[in-house]
């Protein structure tokens, strides 16, 4: 069993930067994140492998999110810069049970409530 918790997001201009984290309780592997915006189905953002050495991105989040890790913590945090409206929805951490990297939604078995990202123009 494991137990996501998110925080970290909140209203941001455009150009601004947040930070995400999720702190898992339990035995973790590879960690995702998700977003669901306003109309949209659920996508995926940034994956990171258990041992934090492979790092999956969406096209859009490339170059300007990073993902990373502290299994001491076992909390994954993601640092979003350069933010733009397009970026708001509800943020998801995500885990799958396997060490290596995966970014489809249904190789992830628990996911944390979410947390709400809104950047304004």
């Known amino acids: 069993q494991v137990q996501l918790v998110e925080s970290g997001g909140g209203l941001v201009q455009a150009g601004g930067s947040l930070r995400l984290s999720c702190a898992a309780s339990g035995r973790t592997y590879t960690m995702g994140w998700f977003r669901q915006g306003p109309g949209n189905e659920r996508e995926f953002v940034a994956a990171?492998?258990?041992?934090?050495?492979?790092?999956a991105y969406a096209d859009s989040a490339k170059g300007r999110f990073t993902l990373s890790r502290d299994n001491a913590k076992n909390t994954v945090y993601l640092q979003m810069n350069s933010l733009k409206p397009e970026d708001t929805g509800v943020y998801y951490c995500?885990?799958?049970?396997?060490?290596?990297?995966?970014?489809?939604?249904?190789?992830?078995?628990?996911w944390g409530q979410g947390t709400q990202v809104t950047v304004s123009s």
């Open positions: 990171i492998s258990w041992s934090g050495d492979s790092t």
């Open positions: 995500a885990h799958a049970p396997t060490y290596g990297m995966v970014t489809g939604q249904d190789q992830f078995d628990y």
